[in-house]
């Protein structure tokens, strides 16, 4: 008897299509391995464009409502995880828009104490970047975090924000170039944003 193959971090399409064609027939087991198999990546991504833990839990979970609800609409010769991404990072636009619409002072960025001088030094740089994140505009945010922290290639993520290839190279940049210059703003790097490449 032969041993099956390890399974990949990211998913072929050819791994995925059983499990889609359950989930299609309304198998609840093989439901809950796609949220499985995808909820870190999709909460990730919330987390990021999002800043606050209920706000990508709630996105998250309406993520993967859409998903199962329009699974139909997949194209099984088509990389998944950008569709799913690119779901998420609509629904989380969607929250952002509402957001803007609550009253100031009701949105805080979580902050978690550590007492050991390094790891607050780098936890204070990952929440200015946080916070110097929620100050780009949300689908160059959205590009910069599937490209630096999804790993996704320009390619993948002008599939999966449907704009052109020139346009997402553009709005990475931008996001860089944003996040740089808040980051400057608020004394916590040193030098000029157009050194940012």
């Given amino acids: ?14 791994e995925l299509r059983p499990l889609v064609a359950l989930c299609l027939r309304g198998d609840q087991h093989a439901m809950l391995a796609l949220i499985d198999r ?21 996105a998250a979970q309406e993520t993967f409502v859409r998903v199962l609800k329009n699974l139909h609409r997949w194209d099984p010769g ?14 989380c636009r969607t929250a952002l828009a509402t957001r803007k619409r609550r009253p100031a002072g009701e949105v805080l960025p979580e902050q978690v104490a550590d007492s050991r001088p ?7 740089l990952a929440e200015e970047v946080s916070l110097a994140l929620e100050h780009i505009r949300e689908d160059y945010r959205q590009a910069f975090v599937l490209f630096h922290e999804h790993q ?9 924000m449907e704009v052109p290839l020139g346009t997402v190279k553009t709005w990475v940049h931008r ?3 944003g996040l740089v210059d ?3 703003q608020r004394g916590i790097v040193e030098g000029a944003s157009h050194e940012v490449h």
């Fill in 78 to 91: 088509r990389d998944f995880e950008p569709w799913l991404l690119a779901i998420a990072g609509n629904r």
């Fill in 38 to 58: 995808f909820r870190g990546q999709v909460f990730g991504l919330c987390l990021r464009m999002l800043n606050q833990r209920q706000d990508a839990e709630d």
């Fill in 1 to 14: 008897m032969t041993k099956p193959p390890p399974v990949s971090l990211r998913p072929l399409p050819d």
């Fill in 118 to 124: 390094e790891q607050q030094s780098a936890q204070h």
């Fill in 152 to 160: 996704m290639s320009y390619d993948q993520i002008a599939e999966a």
């Fill in 175 to 177: 996001a860089r170039r």
């Fill in 182 to 184: 808040r980051l400057r």
